[in-house]
């Protein structure tokens, strides 16, 4: 399935509140051990200096949120393609009183002019970089903005035979929809979950030391509704769910539930626990 970049987007803005429910709250992450991977490495390359960092499609607003919790001295810039998700991301920052620490930009992060070249000491992405339709276009806009001894680190998931979440919801969309839909999302997933591209890529736009670390994901939601709202509404599932007609969504949480029961990720009550899933970490540095 083709979806353009303004559905991609519109799909983004649509499924903002379920993705920030599901997502976490401000300063807790769903992807809490990848977050902690990438504070400890900000730690290790800033050395208690004060920085300025950007944050690349932060969504509700991490992981800058914890950071900015972690970084008292540093200034943060939060951005995001989506209006809905940086609305959303503004009242988590007033909320936490950060907003002497961060300021949330509504950026598309394939043209980041607003920035001027070596504005940035840092820049990190969680889960962003491939869902990004031209993401060589965006490695080098973060290049351009990041100051030269500058670093920068993204998370990526892995392949999906080590990524429980996907996995389950492929198996959804497959007893759903016809045999011969397709439900991948509206990117190259699989090319950016092996290892070697986005060091690759990386290296193409100009990042030197490019380097992976593999780091496990037991996602938790904490209850059904949550869970089932952010699995249907999320764009990675090709936006299938988002288009379908208030039918076909009913008949999908029916489905859904009975999967999660016999799978065991649901007990019938209390949180969604979908264990095992395989997050890769890479960062760089710009010489
Ligand atoms: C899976 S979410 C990750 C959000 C957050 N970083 C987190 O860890 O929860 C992906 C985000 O990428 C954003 N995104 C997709 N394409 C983008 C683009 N071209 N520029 C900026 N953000 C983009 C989406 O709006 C969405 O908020």
């Given amino acids: 399935m083709s979806v353009s970049a303004w559905e991609q987007h519109a799909a983004w803005d649509a499924s903002a509140e379920s993705y920030a429910q599901g997502a976490g709250t401000s300063g807790g992450s769903l992807f809490q051990p990848s977050v902690d991977l990438m504070t400890d490495w900000l730690k ?108 920068f680190g993204f998370t990526v998931w892995g392949p999906i035979d080590r990524m429980h979440f996907q996995r389950f919801m492929l198996r959804v969309c497959q007893a759903l929809f016809p045999p011969t839909t397709p439900v991948a999302p509206p990117v190259d997933l699989p090319k950016w979950t092996d290892r070697q591209l986005p060091i690759h890529a990386l290296e193409d736009a100009g990042f030197c030391q490019a380097a992976l670390q593999v780091v496990d994901i037991p996602m938790e939601f904490s209850s059904w509704q949550i869970f089932e709202r952010f699995a249907l509404d999320n764009p990675a599932c090709a936006g299938l769910f988002a288009k379908a007609s208030a039918s076909k969504r009913q008949e999908a949480s029916g489905v859904m539930l009975s999967m999660a029961m016999a799978e065991g990720i649901f007990t019938g009550s209390g949180p969604v626990s979908v264990k095992d899933n395989e997050a890769h970490f890479y960062t760089a540095v710009k010489k």
Avoid: W
Wanted: aromatic share 10%; charged share 25%; glycine share 8%.
């Fill in 44 to 151: 290790f390359e800033t050395k208690g200096r004060p920085f300025v960092l950007l944050d690349v499609a932060s969504g509700p607003g991490e992981p800058g949120i914890h950071f900015a919790h972690t970084f008292p001295e540093a200034h943060f810039v939060l951005s995001d393609f989506s209006s809905e998700m940086c609305k959303i991301a503004e009242g988590r920052v007033k909320d936490a009183d950060l907003s002497s620490h961060i300021s949330v930009k509504v950026v598309d992060a394939q043209d980041m002019s607003c920035f001027a070249n070596d504005t940035f000491d840092a820049v990190t992405s969680a889960y962003g970089i491939f869902m990004i339709p031209d993401p060589g276009k965006a490695l080098r806009e973060i290049f351009r903005v990041l100051k030269p001894g500058g670093c």
